[in-house]
């Protein structure tokens, strides 16, 4: 679905927000990794769900939006987009501490390339040739990447930790795809206010079914820890829901990709993780077939526009 240019719109500011919500989305799931794997994974989705809410709901009642954006119409579509959600989170904290940081991130990067099949598949978009390429290129990046980690499994079986993280990237990378999908249809009907402290709120809530299962009781330093990386992780939420207001997607989406320096930087210098050629020749690979896609759906969305111009009132 094509997207009018924002109505406030200012592309410097929208990149610099983007920008910044990145080193903030960084910055939480460094503190998540440092955590290592001593906390369960639905222990720290609840942390980073429920605290996320704080600077959400501090925001919308500045705005005067909170009431507002507590009205829906679709509880189900919202409590489904949670549960797909927290698969997703469970999935990728219990792989971050298993894997080198640049590894984890270069997997997620595999999720808008899943979005496009998925929503070929579901939504009954029309993908062409050029994307059906990319997506298939972007999906040998990462198989590049994981690649050296799922031979553990014929090595170390299941016991091997690393493979067992990739395995868990993967999976989580194709639940965020259908949580895409899923935000696809609530946007439709739904303010993106509504879409974001319902996702807080239910997968909160869903986080807590994960209890019986193991959660302990994590030193007061971790405590705090993980506090702060669910803060940052609204906070991150709120610059990137601005960066898109003042600026189209295909202008502010590539600047994601600059979270591959900084976990490159981060995962070397602070964990000692190895860097391996797989994963930066998969990177590239996979950061290239998303951009082409982005470049793509950007020059498709100004031959709709140009289309809508020149056709005569009533498509005659």
């Known amino acids: 679905m094509a997207m009018s240019p924002p109505a406030d719109s200012n592309p410097t500011l929208g990149i610099g927000l983007k920008c910044v919500s990145v080193v903030v989305f960084v910055g939480m799931q460094t503190m998540i990794k440092s955590v290592g794997d001593e906390i369960p994974a639905g222990e720290v989705v609840f942390f980073r769900s429920f605290f996320a809410l704080i600077p959400v709901i501090v ?8 009431a507002q954006s507590l009205k829906t119409e679709d509880l189900p579509g919202h409590m ?20 080198p940081y640049p590894e984890w991130i270069s997997i997620s990067y595999g999720t808008p390339l899943l979005t496009v099949v998925f929503a070929a598949i579901f939504l009954k978009e029309t993908v062409r040739a050029y994307r059906w390429t990319a ?15 799922l031979s553990l499994l014929s090595e170390g079986g299941l016991a091997s930790g690393e493979a067992l993280g990739a395995l868990a990237a993967l999976g989580s990378a194709c639940f965020a795809a259908v949580a895409m999908i899923q935000i ?13 402290v ?21 030193p007061a330093q971790d405590v705090a820890i993980l506090v702060t990386a669910g803060l940052l992780g609204g906070v991150g939420q709120l610059l990137l829901t601005a960066s898109y207001r003042y600026a189209d997607t295909s202008t502010i989406a590539p600047f994601e990709y600059t979270s591959l320096v900084l976990a490159i930087t981060i995962g070397v ?13 998969g990177a590239l690979i996979v950061v290239s077939a998303g951009i082409f896609i982005i ?3 950007h020059r498709l969305g ?14 005659s």
């Open 135 to 149: 997506v298939a290129v972007g999906l040998v990046g990462v198989s590049v990447v994981t690649a050296p980690n």
């Open 295 to 297: 470049w793509r759906e």
């Open 80 to 99: 489904l987009r949670g549960l797909v959600g927290v698969s997703s989170m469970m999935l990728s904290f219990f792989s971050l501490p298993r894997l």
């Open 59 to 66: 925001y919308l009642a500045y705005l005067g939006d909170l």
């Open 184 to 196: 696809r249809r609530l946007v439709q009907r739904e303010k993106t206010a509504t879409i974001v």
């Open 269 to 281: 210098f602070l964990f000692g993780d190895p860097l391996q050629w797989t994963t930066i020749l």
């Open 198 to 218: 319902y996702f807080s709120l239910t997968s909160s809530l869903i986080s807590l079914f994960s209890l019986p299962v193991g959660w302990v009781l994590p």
């Open 302 to 315: 100004i031959e709709r526009r140009k289309a809508r111009r020149v056709s005569p009132p009533g498509g």
